[in-house]
């Protein structure tokens, strides 16, 4: 399972249509507690972690028909 790190800043300098994304694969990380806190490099805001691409989290509590 890949995982995501977003930024959910709504102040984002991040000049893309969607927030700023980055995802590792899942052989990249042996073990996910083992990951540092990541930041964004726009707004240095901390990351928040998804593992579930292409889902905002932010939808999740409104709408569960995915
Ligand atoms: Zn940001």
Redesign the pocket.
């Known amino acids: 399972m890949d995982l995501s790190y977003i ?1 959910v ?1 709504h102040n ?1 300098s ?1 000049p893309g249509a969607k927030s ?1 994304e980055i995802t590792f694969k899942s052989e990249y990380i042996m073990d996910e507690n083992n990951v540092a806190s990541l930041f ?1 490099p ?2 240095g ?1 901390e990351l928040m972690q998804v593992k579930v691409p292409d889902v905002f989290p932010e939808n999740l509590s409104k709408d569960n028909t995915i």
């Open positions: 930024c800043n984002c991040f700023f964004c726009f707004c805001s």
